[in-house]
């Protein structure tokens, strides 16, 4: 944590991810637990993820030229004030939707849940764009594994480890608890923030959004690695929401945990992260990009072969920490290799594209998780059916482990 310590706009930056990560961790768990609350539909708590995770569909590339075009840092205070004030309507929610809802009140209640949820998820675009694409300036190009790595732990540490079990407590005490914390984790965040130095850029040229967003597209197809990663991201999380979309409904029904369960089930993930975000760039630095990568991949597979396979709490735990170990090891990895090459004056139209086709399917493998146990119920019990999600996403993984074995392009430089 030399880091840390020496480099103060670091250390404002790592802490206000902290803090940022702990109401976002708290609201993982108390968003789709609130929607279970007030309907067991499937489908109806699908919506709600499937609107959380939209605005990476419809708005990453926009939020890209406005991180390019804007003050990265007045980025993220403004859409850390915007989810401070958007959490307290859930907070409102919270308090006067009935749990459980009758029938026809139930759609109206989730519809109002997942407009939040979709401000929530436009907020986060916007903020999550700037604060990757503020690192380089903030830390030596040497430095960006080692950074990465420690913000992905402390991400995880917050975010997974303490933010799941501590909502989990909080709901059993009071439903709209969570949202509270969550509500000042967000002027927390946004205060330290405003306290970073980052150097200024040079002038923009200000044009059409479209063009300047072409200006990205260019770019990154004329790169092959970067958007063969983008690509193959892009399945990989929209297999990944098909385990989490569902996973609240399993743990309950399937599991039979609680929600204070279920919260420390979810530390068994934030291990693998921590964890991940400790010695991946070690294993990074030791096998090299390529062969990092496919030990991320191979990982991952297993992960949801467990859980499609054996359906128990330890299984379970094991298939979460060794799915969060993976993701850790490919973030850190890829992430580094983009803000390594990609020009500055690029870099956020390009990330924001990025993760248009990395997190743009985010929202339809939500919906798809639904929809898979809608289908697979009447023919398979409700037990079996909510495991379906993971038996197709561990196909999928196995897919996708084949084609990264094959094709992928990465360099080990």
């Not at 030596?140 to 975010?159: C, F, P, T, V, Y």
């Amino acid at each position: 944590m030399t880091l840390f310590f020496t480099n103060k706009n670091y250390r404002l930056l790592f802490s206000a991810s902290a803090v940022s990560n702990l109401g976002d961790g708290v609201s993982a768990l108390a968003l789709p637990w609130l929607a279970s609350l007030i309907t067991r539909d499937p489908m109806l708590i699908a919506t709600v993820a499937f609107a959380t995770r939209l605005p990476w569909f419809l708005c990453s590339i926009p939020a890209g030229v406005i991180t390019d075009r804007y003050d990265r840092k007045h980025l993220m205070v403004g859409a850390d004030i915007l989810r401070m004030i958007l959490t307290a309507g859930l907070v409102v929610c919270a308090l006067t939707i009935p749990q459980p809802a009758p029938a026809g009140a139930a759609f109206t209640a989730i519809l109002m849940v997942s407009g939040l949820a979709f401000l929530l998820g436009l907020a986060e675009v916007v903020r999550d764009n700037a604060a990757q694409t503020v690192l380089p300036s903030v830390v030596a190009k040497s430095d960006l594994e080692r950074a990465n790595g420690q913000l992905w732990s402390i991400e995880q540490i917050m975010g997974a480890f303490i933010g799941p079990p501590l909502a989990g407590f909080l709901i059993a005490w009071a439903v709209p608890a969570p949202f509270v914390l969550d509500t000042l984790s967000f002027a927390l965040a946004a205060g330290m923030v405003f306290f970073i130095a980052i150097p200024s850029r040079p002038a923009v040229i200000r044009r059409s959004v479209w063009r300047e967003a072409v200006e990205g597209m260019v770019w990154i197809r004329s790169h092959r690695v970067i958007l063969q990663l983008a690509l193959m991201l892009g399945v990989m999380n929209a297999l990944g929401m098909l385990v989490v979309t569902i996973l609240v409904l399993y743990s309950q029904e399937v599991l039979g945990l609680s929600v204070t369960q279920h919260g420390l089930l979810l530390i068994a993930g934030a291990a693998g992260g921590v964890v991940g975000g400790l010695i991946c760039p070690k294993i990074a630095a030791l096998l090299g990009r390529r062969s990092a990568l496919h030990c991320a991949l191979l990982v991952w597979a297993v992960s949801n072969a467990l859980l499609a396979l054996v359906p128990s709490v330890l299984i379970v735990a094991l298939a979460l920490l060794l799915e969060m170990f993976a993701a850790l090891l490919w973030n850190v990895v890829t992430v580094s290799y983009r803000q390594r090459f990609i020009p500055d004056a690029l870099l956020g139209r390009v990330n924001s594209i990025y993760r248009f086709f990395g997190w743009g399917l985010l929202p339809f493998g939500a919906l798809a998780s639904g929809a898979i146990v809608v289908m697979a119920e009447p023919d398979l019990g409700r037990a079996l059916a909510l495991r379906m999600p993971f038996v197709i996403a561990a196909a999928g993984s196995f897919a996708i482990l084949l084609y990264g074995l094959v094709w992928l392009q990465i360099d080990d430089e």
